[in-house]
């Protein structure tokens, strides 16, 4: 029988079992530069069957946040070679996160302090993290400015120099492309934040036109087998919402279903919160069946709060991987623990974002 500690091949990746370390935002990173520190840190959790980076941003342009990584320097992808390496050396798998933040961005961080960039010129009732004298301050999103029509080919153009560049020089296995949480691509997915008048705006299609263009260019440049997605259909961060999400995301897995994608990575309910949005209701199932009916054999991961029991009921309903965030930022052998069955350390809230090794390099493993 399946369980969460039978390996699997995810496209091109032979994984040790099917617990992911999702993708974390820890904010450790001054100046976009992946530190010593996170080696230590994502080699401390490489008994996970794969890592998954915090989200690292593809341009200047795609940076929300002060101190998150960047993919799009020589020093920055100097830095995260020493992380897959240090990874590899320890048997375990990693993709970088191509993160693309739109309008979830300030001026403070945009090239020339100019406005984000968006599909439309609405700013989201979200807030940002700066950090000032090495503490976080919430600071609300700055006023975004529509991307002109040919403005796009090169915004997929950077998604695909930053996918080459993760697995050739930075020596990625492979990438997930950030479609969810509000930012860029789920702000042109979804029609409370996209009223585009042009190729790229109004009908679905349309609507998943980048997204779709974004995968095609990724796929082109490392293959399908090192690509995977992340989707978040009803979730409200970023303040993105969608009149009708089940159509729009059946379309999308559809479309995906064709590129053969080592995983879809799904988020259920409202990102780090509740699974279940009375007020936004979707049908996860039928998501499914609609990627695996029109041809898509990718791995299907699941997210959102899920604990052993949660995530073992998954994989008996034929889901394939389940990420866990907040258990591996208190539990760097995570595998072990569900292995076992011992206890799990608690994670600290107020070291997630920014700081040093307290609380991000120092949670015990067991003896
Ligand atoms: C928490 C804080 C900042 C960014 C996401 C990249 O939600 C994030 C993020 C999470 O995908």
Redesign the pocket.
């Given at each position: 029988m399946t369980s969460l500690f039978t390996p699997i091949q995810v496209g091109d990746m032979n994984l040790a079992n099917r617990i992911v370390m999702a993708?974390l935002?820890r904010n450790r990173a001054p100046d976009a530069i992946p530190t010593p520190l996170m080696i230590e840190y994502y080699t401390q959790r490489a008994t996970a069957g794969l890592l998954i980076t915090?989200?690292t941003a593809i341009s200047q342009q795609g940076q929300g946040?002060s101190d998150v990584p960047g993919l799009y320097g020589t020093e920055q992808l100097d830095g995260w070679k020493k992380i897959t390496d240090s990874v590899h050396k320890a048997n375990g798998k990693i993709v970088v996160q191509l993160?693309h933040v739109g309008r979830i961005s300030h001026t403070d961080l945009q090239p020339d302090n100019g406005a984000p960039v968006a599909p439309s010129a609405i700013a989201a009732k979200a807030k940002t993290?700066l950090i000032k004298d090495g503490v976080p301050v919430f600071v609300d999103t700055s006023v975004p400015r529509a991307l002109k029509t040919d403005e796009l080919p090169g915004l997929v153009h950077t998604y695909q120099a930053a996918a080459r560049n993760a697995v050739e020089t930075a020596g990625f296995d492979g990438v997930e492309v950030?479609a969810?949480?509000g930012?860029l691509l789920d702000q042109f997915l979804k029609n409370g934040s996209n009223q585009r008048t042009d190729d790229f705006g109004g009908s679905i299609e349309n609507r998943a036109r980048l997204l779709l263009e974004v995968v095609r260019a990724v796929t082109d440049s490392v293959g399908g087998g090192r690509t995977g997605i992340r989707l978040s259909p009803v979730t409200p961060?970023g303040d993105v919402h969608d009149t009708d999400p089940q159509p729009l995301f059946e379309y999308v897995l559809r479309e995906l279903a064709t590129l053969n994608l080592a995983y879809v990575h799904i988020i259920e309910g409202a990102?780090g919160g509740p699974r279940e949005m009375p007020d936004r209701p979707i049908d996860y199932a039928a998501l499914k069946r609609a990627y695996r009916i029109a041809g898509g054999k990718g791995a299907w991961m699941v997210n959102n709060g899920y604990d052993k029991a949660m995530a073992e009921k998954a994989l008996a309903e034929g889901d394939d991987l389940v990420a866990f965030g907040r258990p591996f930022i208190a539990n760097p052998d995570l595998v072990r623990r569900l292995r076992e069955d011992t206890a799990l350390n608690t994670p600290d809230q107020s070291t997630f974002?920014g700081g040093g090794v307290k609380g991000y390099t120092d949670y015990p493993a067991l003896a």
């Open positions: 993708p935002t915090e989200a946040y993160w993290v950030h969810a949480n930012y961060a990102t974002y």
